[in-house]
C-alpha cells in the first residue's frame, strides 16, 4: 500500500469492529424485546393480565404463580407455562445485556420528571442553639418573603434580622461571633446539606432500581431528577422524598405518663374557664384485653365541646368534629379524647378521628411549658383497627436518642416468625448497626431492661418492644403492618440514609410510555429523512467522490452510537437533534475538501496531487470550525442540565467522529482507489 495507508487501514478497521461489539448489545436487546412483545401479548390473551402485571412477574420470578391465579382451564395453563418459560429466558437474556446498550432518556421512553427544594428554614430551624415564638415567626415571615420576591433566602434571612434589631447569636453560632459571620456559616451548612442530600437521593433512586436514571443540582438549593422508564411514579416520589430519620427513644414509665396527661387535662381546664377537679384516670393491667377499653362516645363539634369560636383541630385537613368519652367530658376534656390499650404498657390511645385536636393541644403553647424538658410526644406510625375503629397510640419518649440511623450498616427485609412476634408470618425489616452502633445499642439496652425502646422513623413511631435483656449483637427489628413492597421500601431509604434537611417536589411532568414513543418514532423519521437527502444529494451533485462521502457518513453515524454506548450515556430527543447536526457538518467538512480538489484539478493538478492537496488545504478550515463547535459543546455541558448535555455530549461525538470519517476514511479510501489504478480523471 501507498505510503502510510497500511497503518491507517489498520486504524480504520479496528475502529469498525470496535464500534459493531459496542452496538452488539443494543441490537441484540431490541431483537429480544420485540420478541419479548410477541409472548408478552401471548400471555395477556390467555391470562387477562396486563403488561404491567406480566413484566413484574418477570422481575420478580414469580410469573408462574401469577398465571396460575388468573387461568383456570388446565389446557391454557400449559401453554402459558411454556410461554412464560420462553419469556424468562428473554427476560434474562435483556437483563444480561441492557447495561451495555445504549439508554433511552426520559423523553423517548416515557418516565417522571421531578425538582426538588430542598427546605431551607426547617434546615435553620434544626441549627438553631434554640426555638422560641419570637424565632419562628420571624422564620416564617422571612420564608414568606423569599418566596414572594424568589429573592436569596439568605439575604432575607439577614435583612430580617436586621429590621427586627435581634441579633442572631442570640439562636445561632457563638455569642462573639458577628452577624455576617454567622449567615457565612448558615450558608455553608446549607450547601453541604444540598450536596449530601444530593447523594442521599442517588443511593436511593440506584437502589430503586431504575434504569440510568438522572440526578442533577440546580442553583443553590434544587435537584432535578428524571426517571426514564418508571410506571409507579407515587412509589418513587415516596421513597425519594422520605427524611428516614431514625431514632430509637425511651419510653417514659407510666406513672410519668400519667402525671403529665394530669397536668395538661388541668392546663386545658383553665384556659377554657373550666373549675372542675381533674378526674383520675385509672390505667387497667389487664394484658389480656386485645382492643381499647370501652367507651361511650359521642360526636360533638369543637366549638360544642371546648366554647364558641374555639378551634382546636385544622378543619382543612378533616372535618370539625372529634369524638369524646361523655363519662369524662364534663371533668376532663382532654382525658376525654382519650382512651387506653389495656393490652400495651403504653396504654395511650386516640380515635383517629381525635388526633389532628390532640396534636394541636400538645403543641399549644400552655403544655409545651408543663411537658418536662427531656420529654417529647410522638404518635404512631399506623392506626390500629379494633372492632372497624381506628387508634392511634400516643407516646411520651425520652428527648434525647439512644441510638440514630447514622451507626446503621445494613437494612434488609424477612417475613417475621417465632411465638413471640406479634406480626408472625409478616415482613418486617432487620437492622444491623456497625461496630461502634452495636456498643452504644449493647450499652442502651442492657441498662433499661424491662423498658419500652421506642423506633422512631421521621417523627413517628414504627413500634416500641419492650427490651427483655442486653442485646449486644446490633441487630434489631421493625416490625409493623407493612406490605413486602413497603418493607422494601423502607429498608432502601435506611440503606440510603437520611436527608440532612427535609425536600418538598416544586415542579413534577410526566411523560406517557406513548408519547415516549411518539417522540422516538418522530426522532427516527427525522433522523432517516434527514440522512437519506444528504445521502441522495451527495450522490447527484458529487457523483462517486459522493457516494465515497456517504459511506463516511454513515460510519460516522455508526461511530456516535458506539461511542454513546460505551460510555453508557442516555439517548433523548435533543441528543438525536446533536445527531442529525453532526451528520450536516460532516458533510459540510466533505464540501470542502471536494471543492479544493476541483480547485486543484482546475489548474491541471494530477488526481492524485489534487487530492492530496485538496485534503491538505482544507484541514486547517475544517479545524478551526469543528474546534470552535467543540469548545462551544464543552461550555453548554459544563453548564447546562438535562437536555442541554444530551445534547452537548452527542454533539461533542458526533464532531470528532465527523473529523475522523472525513479527513482520514475518505482518504484512505480515495488512495485505495487510485493505488489499484492511477486515476486519469476523477468523478467529483
Known amino acids: 500500500m501507498r505510503r502510510n495507508n497500511l497503518f491507517r487501514s489498520i486504524i480504520v478497521g479496528i475502529v469498525i469492529i470496535w464500534s459493531l461489539a459496542q452496538l452488539y448489545p443494543t441490537m441484540k ?74 439508554k433511552q432518556g426520559l423523553d423517548l421512553l416515557g418516565g417522571t420528571y421531578l425538582v426538588y427544594e430542598v427546605n431551607l428554614p426547617q434546615l435553620v430551624l434544626n441549627v438553631a442553639k434554640k426555638r422560641d415564638s419570637r424565632l419562628d415567626s420571624l422564620l416564617a415571615k422571612i420564608e414568606l418573603e423569599s418566596g414572594a420576591s424568589e429573592s436569596d433566602y439568605f439575604n432575607t434571612f439577614s435583612q430580617a434580622f436586621n429590621d427586627a434589631g435581634i441579633r442572631m447569636s442570640l439562636y445561632f453560632g457563638q455569642r462573639i461571633q458577628k452577624d455576617e459571620e454567622i449567615v457565612d456559616k448558615l450558608k455553608e451548612q446549607a450547601a453541604d446539606a444540598v450536596n449530601r442530600t444530593l447523594e442521599v437521593l442517588r443511593n436511593r433512586v440506584d437502589q430503586f432500581g431504575v434504569s440510568e436514571p438522572s440526578i ?62 381533674v378526674a383520675e384516670l385509672t390505667a387497667t393491667n389487664d394484658s389480656t384485653a386485645t382492643r381499647p377499653s370501652k367507651r361511650k362516645d359521642t360526636e360533638v363539634s369543637v366549638e360544642s365541646l371546648f366554647g364558641e369560636g374555639t378551634t382546636i383541630g385544622d378543619e382543612s385537613e378533616g372535618d370539625s368534629t372529634i369524638l369524646v368519652d361523655e363519662q369524662l367530658a364534663k371533668d376532663s376534656p382532654f382525658l376525654a379524647l382519650l382512651t387506653s390499650f389495656p393490652g400495651s404498657r403504653n396504654s395511650i390511645g386516640l380515635p383517629a378521628k381525635n388526633l389532628q385536636a390532640v396534636k394541636r393541644i400538645v403543641n399549644s403553647p400552655e403544655v409545651l411549658k408543663i411537658i418536662p424538658a427531656n420529654a417529647q410526644v410522638h404518635f404512631s406510625n399506623e392506626p390500629q383497627v379494633f372492632e372497624e375503629q381506628e387508634y392511634y397510640e400516643m407516646y411520651f419518649l425520652k428527648k434525647e436518642a439512644e441510638i440514630t440511623g447514622k451507626y446503621l450498616e445494613e437494612a434488609d427485609v424477612s417475613i417475621a416468625s417465632g411465638a413471640q412476634s406479634f406480626n ?59 406490605t413486602m413492597e413497603e418493607a422494601k421500601d423502607l429498608a432502601i431509604v435506611l440503606r440510603a440514609g437520611a436527608l440532612p434537611a427535609p425536600i418538598h417536589v416544586i415542579e413534577e411532568r410526566t411523560v406517557g410510555p406513548s408519547l415516549g414513543q411518539d417522540s422516538v418514532n418522530a426522532g427516527q423519521l427525522s433522523l432517516g429523512i434527514g440522512i437519506a437527502l444528504v445521502i441522495l444529494f451527495m450522490i447527484v451533485y458529487y457523483k462517486l ?31 438525536i437533534a446533536g445527531i442529525i447536526l453532526t451528520m450536516g457538518m460532516a458533510v459540510d467538512a466533505n464540501v470542502l475538501i471536494f471543492e479544493r480538489i476541483r480547485e486543484e484539478l482546475a ?82
Do not use: C
Not at 427476560?91 to 446498550?101: F, Q, R, S, T, Y
Not at 463516511?552 to 455508526?558: E, G, R
Not at 478551526?624 to 448535555?645: H, K
Open 29 to 102: 436487546v431490541s431483537q429480544l424485546q420485540k420478541e419479548a412483545k410477541t409472548y408478552t401479548e401471548q400471555l395477556q390473551a390467555l391470562s387477562n393480565l396486563d403488561a404491567d402485571e406480566i413484566q413484574a412477574g418477570l422481575n420478580a420470578g414469580d410469573l408462574p404463580a401469577r398465571l396460575e391465579d388468573a387461568i383456570q382451564d388446565d389446557t391454557k395453563l400449559t401453554e402459558a407455562y411454556a410461554l412464560a418459560e420462553k419469556a424468562a429466558l428473554l427476560h434474562d437474556g435483556i437483563v444480561k445485556l441492557e447495561n451495555d446498550a445504549i
Open 424 to 482: 408472625q408470618g409478616q415482613p418486617q425489616v432487620n437492622l444491623k448497626f456497625n461496630s461502634e452502633g452495636a456498643r452504644i445499642f449493647a450499652v442502651a439496652t442492657g441498662a433499661n431492661v424491662n423498658k419500652q425502646l421506642a423506633i422512631v422513623l421521621d417523627g413517628k413511631v414504627a413500634s416500641a418492644p419492650n427490651i427483655s435483656g442486653k442485646i449486644p449483637g446490633g441487630s434489631a427489628q421493625i416490625e409493623g403492618s407493612f
Open 216 to 277: 442533577t443540582k440546580q442553583g443553590d438549593n434544587r435537584i432535578i431528577i428524571e426517571l426514564a422508564g418508571i410506571k409507579d411514579v407515587q412509589r418513587a416520589k415516596e421513597i425519594i422524598g422520605k427524611t428516614a430519620l431514625l431514632e430509637f427513644k425511651l419510653v417514659k414509665d407510666p406513672d410519668v405518663n400519667m402525671a403529665i396527661l394530669q397536668d395538661i387535662d388541668k392546663a386545658l381546664k383553665k384556659k377554657l374557664s373550666r373549675s372542675d377537679a
Open 603 to 684: 489548474t491541471g493538478k494530477t488526481v492524485r496531487a489534487a487530492i492530496d492537496a485538496g485534503y491538505d488545504r482544507a484541514f486547517w478550515t475544517i479545524f478551526d470550525a469543528n474546534i470552535t463547535t467543540f469548545l462551544t459543546a464543552l461550555v453548554l455541558y459544563q453548564f447546562g442540565t438535562g437536555p442541554i448535555r444530551g445534547f452537548a455530549v452527542t454533539l461533542s461525538i458526533g464532531i470528532l467522529a465527523s473529523m475522523f470519517t472525513a479527513i482520514v476514511v475518505t482518504h484512505l479510501i480515495y488512495d485505495t482507489i487510485n493505488g489499484k489504478r492511477s486515476l486519469s480523471k476523477l468523478s467529483i
Open 545 to 575: 467522490s459522493g457516494l465515497i462521502a456517504d459511506v463516511a457518513l454513515i460510519l460516522n453515524l455508526v461511530l456516535i452510537l458506539a461511542a454513546l454506548a460505551f460510555f453508557h450515556a442516555t439517548l433523548t430527543l435533543p441528543g
